[in-house]
């Protein structure tokens, strides 16, 4: 199951940015005790959006369970030098909102781009 989700938002000072969410899963049969076992589908959550035309350092992801945030879950731990991030740490049945800031040399942050929902089956 697999969907898509891209919205568009100023990104701060930097620059527009698109913010989009692919929620990806899978699924493992396990054989044992004789017959196929279906085992719980480990499920992650692919976000992407359009790198800053501004002088940027990297970007963060922030990560919260109400929509319009609060975002109290801060997902990298330094800025990220690329425009993807999976988030693996996502749990079956919660709906999460992501949104991302850019991040330039002095270390200020733009405000949070648009925000993107995944809910996990």
């Known amino acids: 199951m697999s969907g898509s989700i ?3 938002q ?3 000072t930097f620059s527009t940015a698109i913010l989009a969410v692919v929620l990806a899963s899978c699924c493992a049969c396990a054989s044992g005790g ?3 076992h279906l085992q719980p589908a480990q499920h992650s959550v692919h976000l992407s959006w359009i790198a800053s035309t501004s002088d940027v350092l990297g970007y963060n992801i922030y990560r919260g369970t109400t929509h319009s945030g609060p975002y109290p879950v801060k997902l990298n731990s330094s800025a990220l030098q690329g425009t993807t991030f999976t988030d693996s740490t996502v749990n079956s049945g919660v709906t999460y909102f992501y949104v991302v800031t850019a991040e330039d040399g002095s270390h200020v942050q733009s405000d949070y781009s648009n925000e993107v929902m995944a809910a996990i089956p």
């Open 34 to 36: 004789g017959g196929n």
């Open 6 to 8: 891209a919205v568009q």
């Open 10 to 12: 100023l990104f701060g």
